[in-house]
């Protein structure tokens, strides 16, 4: 029985792959940071799910500001696979908390590397460094593969970069399995609220269920290469399962502004968005991104991976869900009423 480490295993992606992993008979561990609240809402079906019974995931608390906690958990545990997926990932967040943001993001991917190899796991663990379309900002070319040169235009982006080449570093320095999956945009309805799609597409729901007046965003005119972020996790494991070490973009190689997203959610509803959709200069970044669009031919050949769901079945996956959600809110809120 392989032994993986998920660090963010309770976000969006964490939570698919630790399904992923579950299914493929792995013993997964996860880090999550202590809290006065419970925050494992997207994993807590795994504990409840007859084909695991809890007996193969395990939860542990830690924080990548904290070394010493994972030099002592890799000590603990020996994994074969480390998919180091934790950070502070809110774009727009990271330039309120910047120096936050490079600690967590890039500072802590170095803190696990160095953990790998204080603990002698360099030549039996893999790892994989979740990077991010959003280390190219500014492009340089379109579309975006492995050789386009970073521009990045956020701290968030800054930090990715830094983990990016410390993760090339160890794997050519210390002759370690390390990877990078350059991931462009990946939604589902695991999304956060605060992230742009998740938000339209829960307030559109909700605006539909007469819950919600309004829906205020930044930049509309901003294009992005969105993918399922179901697939996404099983390209991170096919990464891990290479010979060697190496780099891989995984996107759609298509792009859809942010407006289409919002036309799509609403017009599966049958609103009219633009009665409902208002500008707000504080949802606007200091800096934008206005184009990306990933090129994943190097992980269509490499790994037989391609994206299969199109943007409008994606955004019909997360619309669909959160009309259930809304659904819910709906009567829990007509049942306090009555």
């Keep these: 029985m392989k032994k993986a480490l998920i660090t963010g295993i309770t976000g969006q992606d964490g939570s698919y792959l ?21 925050n494992t809402s997207r994993i ?36 074969d696979e480390i ?18 943001t490079g600690d967590v993001t890039g500072l802590g991917t170095v803190r696990l590397l160095e953990a790998i190899r204080e603990v ?22 379109v579309p975006q593969t492995e050789k386009t040169p970073f521009y990045p235009r956020s701290p968030y982006g800054c930090a990715k970069v830094y983990a990016y080449w410390l993760t090339v570093n160890y794997r ?38 007469g819950l919600q007046d309004k829906l205020y965003l930044g930049n509309l005119d901003a294009q992005r290469d969105w993918g ?20 891989y973009v995984m ?18 509803l049958d609103l009219d968005w633009e009665k409902y959709v208002d500008y707000d200069k504080r949802y606007e970044r200091p800096t934008e991104v206005d184009l ?13 991976w391609e994206p299969k769901v199109c943007f409008k079945e994606l955004v019909k996956i997360m619309v669909d869900a959160d009309l259930v959600l809304a659904k819910q809110e709906l009567a829990y809120k007509q049942a306090i009423q009555a």
């Design 18 to 38: 630790a399904e992923l992993l579950l299914e493929k008979g792995y013993e997964v561990h996860g880090i999550i940071r202590r809290s006065s609240t419970f």
């Design 44 to 79: 807590d079906h795994l504990y409840n799910d007859p084909h695991v019974n809890g007996t193969k995931l395990f939860l542990h608390y830690g924080d990548l500001a904290d070394g010493v906690m994972l030099m002592k958990l890799l000590y603990q545990l020996q994994p």
């Design 83 to 100: 998919y180091h997926l934790g950070a502070q990932s809110h774009v727009r967040v990271s330039f309120d908390v910047p120096e936050y």
């Design 120 to 141: 002698g796991l360099e030549g039996k663990c893999r790892f994989y460094q979740a990077s991010s379309s959003e280390m190219f900002g500014m492009v340089q070319e």
């Design 172 to 209: 050519e320095s210390y002759n370690m399995h390390a990877t990078n999956g350059i991931l462009f945009n990946h939604e589902s309805p695991r999304r956060g609220e605060t992230f742009v799609t998740r938000k339209i597409t829960r307030a559109a729901t909700r605006i539909k269920m």
């Design 228 to 247: 399922y972020a179901k697939e996404y996790v099983e390209a991170m494991w096919l990464m891990l399962q290479q010979d060697v070490g190496d780099d």
């Design 251 to 268: 996107a759609t190689n298509e792009t859809h502004s942010v407006k289409e997203f919002v036309m799509e959610s609403f017009s599966l």
């Design 292 to 304: 990306l669009i990933g090129d994943s031919s190097k992980a269509k050949t490499q790994l037989n």
